[in-house]
């Protein structure tokens, strides 16, 4: 038996079926194509080098180019290794270092990048499937599907480290697998249901949560280059399913196009990535008559809650857990708590990644009988409901995408008059929460908002720069010395009001 998440896929889909279609309903790619351009791209792979086991590095625009990629290394048995297209070459060079890829394929802006560090070929690939990786594909090719056991690597995700340096997450296919069937039958995917793609595809969210379940259900995504608000609401009437981050959502409200009759074709809305405002959940409802299904998931996990497709969706939390998924909450002596009382958020399951990277102590720490420690503080209700209330990691989620504070503290640190800071989230409508620094000075220094915002912007991906620095003359601390990131939440909270 083949394990080969590509193998779970290619036994749905039917291949005259459409794959891709445009925002204004047109199909451009069938299942076909998928197959066509899988088995081409993942030969081309293996003609550069790569064999099963190896990473891929992936940095490009969102295209269907980009997917045909993606699935070329599920059939090839390589490592899918996605990278956020705002990363800058500091946080390139670290990933291509740690992660040894055998092959890079980049944007065609971003090839001399990786050839400054890479060692490995760098190939390009563009949004219209052009570029150097494509430039000696044959017409035809009959690839194989590469057999994979269950346990085998399918992806590596990077998601940033409290230390300062992002973690790749190990996601096996049976990992990917196991949600992808899971939630195709708890969203009660069917026959002719067409799912609104406007999410990014280097990110859990978008890839293997939404991607992976439309085409376990041999569903055309109807496809978005990114997210515009006015431009999804005008193409609902095509969809039956959207999945998107809170922000999308506050957006969609701000448009007056919003309405019942433009939902009249949806079936379901789902909301993730980020906790969702219970205002926002009854707004929406208000306005299109859906009540918004919000799960919760991480990039280690995939989804691990979800609340239910039939019966109630309760604003504020997150759902049960997944079938097959456990959940625990317990206390700082790993004793699980009452019913209510709020602990830290432990989880097992077929969807938990097997550890991080070349970080085999990491690991050690992170597992607990077998549970992993997600670093959120959560509470479950008498109908098995969990609430997520905080994080034990001080983990700032912005549009929907993780910032740990340290890699941005790092950063900023960096500054020639900066003596210290210290990176906390605040209450944001739009994005959630947003990225808020504040910087003791060196005495006499001149340092400005700007100059900090600036330097942050060429040294890390955009969404990881803050929104705003405030100058303070020292940071507050308990009796041990650590800053009090609770005080400095409430006072900028506040003030933010």
Known sequence: MNDNLYTVFAERFIPKDPFIRSPDGSDLHSYADLEHYSSLYA???????AVPGDRVMVQVEKSPFCLFLYFACLRGGFVYLPLNTAYQPEELAYFAENAEPAVVVASPEQQ??????????VESLDANGQGSFTEELPDYVSQSIVPRSHDDLAAILYTSGTTGKPKGAMLSHGNLASNARTLHELWGFVPGDVLLHALPVFHVH???????????????LLFFEKFEARSVIEALPSATVYMGVPT???????EAALNTEQCTNMRLFISGSAPLLTQTFKEFEVRTGHRILERYGM?????????????????????????????????????????????SLLVTGPNVFSGYWRMPD??????????????????RDED???????????LVITGGLNVYPKEVESAIDRIAGVNESAVIGIPHRDFGEAVTAVVVLDEDASVTEDDVITHLKSTLANFKVAKRVYFVDELPRNTMGKVQKNVLREEYDSGAR
């Open 43 to 49: 030969d081309r792979l293996e003609r550069l080098g």
């Open 362 to 379: 990491k690991n050690l720490e992170e597992f607990t009988d077998g549970f992993f420690r997600t670093g959120d503080l959560a509470n």
């Open 299 to 343: 990039t280690e996990t995939g989804m691990n809650t979800s609340n239910p497709l039939v019966g109630e969706r309760k604003p504020g939390t997150v759902g049960p857990a997944l079938p097959n998924v456990d959940v625990r909450i317990v206390d700082n002596k790993n004793e699980p708590v009452e019913e209510g009382e709020t602990g």
């Open 112 to 121: 001399p990048v990786f050839k400054d560090f890479a060692r490995c070929p």
């Open 248 to 254: 999308n959502y506050t957006r969609m409200l701000a």
């Open 206 to 220: 978008g890839l293997f949560i939404a991607t992976n379940v439309a085409v376990y259900n041999g569903s055309p």
């Open 384 to 394: 098995g409901y969990i609430s997520i209330v905080g994080r034990s990691k001080d």
